[in-house]
């Protein structure tokens, strides 16, 4: 069973740069039709999708972020990594990682099968 | 960017109804599209995907149907257990949710 864990500082201070880390366990990034995201959702509000890696390296993010954000693959390719400089307390919210699966017995698909509990980043001097 | 209008943005029901949330995209997305339920506290977890297909492990009350830029999502007989709030997700463009439809208990 494939397990996500984020960690990282609940408090950053504006213009500072947030980070995040999210450990998989009961599994591997390297390989397979995985993608591993971050997803963010703002106190009472929806889930806006930040940016994923492929264990390649390969990188995507959302056009309204991807300025300030950077996601990376750990060493020991059982943690990612997330990065979002200049924040502000509109980057307030709790961020999740999630592994995104794209083919399910040789069909593509595209969807979010396991997350990590999430972790509440607050953006406050 | 593709939008994803979900409606109604809540809704309060009694144990045993049928259950119904729609879900709109800006512009044709095919049948790329996913639904979650949120439990407060907790992370989404994956429902339908691909617009009719059930998750494994997922109870047969939840359904969903649709193409394009129509979608809807069923619960048959509703629940207690089912109290949360419902998203939908489009991946035919990026990845972009609905803004939810919190589900009550009349």
């Known amino acids: 069973q494939v397990q996500l864990q984020e960690s990282g500082p609940g408090l950053v201070k504006p213009s500072q740069t947030l980070s995040l880390t999210c450990t998989v366990s009961g599994g591997s990034i390297s390989g397979g039709a995985y993608y591993w995201s971050w997803i963010r959702q703002h106190p009472g509000k929806g889930l806006e999708w930040i940016g994923y890696i492929y264990y390649s390296g390969t990188t995507y993010y959302n056009p309204s972020l991807r300025s300030r954000v950077t996601i990376s693959i750990g060493t020991s390719k059982r943690q990612f990594s997330l990065k979002m400089s200049s924040v502000t307390a509109a980057d307030t919210a709790v961020y999740y990682c999630a592994r995104q699966i794209t083919m399910v017995r040789g069909v593509n698909v595209d969807y979010f099968d396991y997350w990590g509990q ?8 | 960017d593709i939008q994803m209008t979900q409606s109604p943005s809540s809704l309060s029901a009694s144990v045993g109804d049928r259950v119904t949330i729609t879900c709109q995209a800006s512009q044709d997305i095919s049948n790329h599209l996913n639904w979650y339920q949120q439990k407060p506290g907790k992370a989404p977890n994956l429902l339908i995907y691909d617009a009719s ?11 969903g149907s649709g193409s394009g830029t129509d979608f809807t999502f069923t619960i048959s007989s509703l629940q207690p257990e089912d109290i949360a709030t419902y998203y939908c997700q489009q991946y035919d463009n990026q990845y972009t949710f609905g803004q939810g439809t919190k589900l009550e208990i009349k």
Do not use: K
Not at chain 1, 118 to 125: E, R
């Open chain 2, 53 to 63: 297909n059930l998750e494994t492990g997922v109870p047969s009350r939840f359904s």
């Open chain 1, 118 to 125: 999430g972790t509440l980043v607050t953006v406050s001097s």
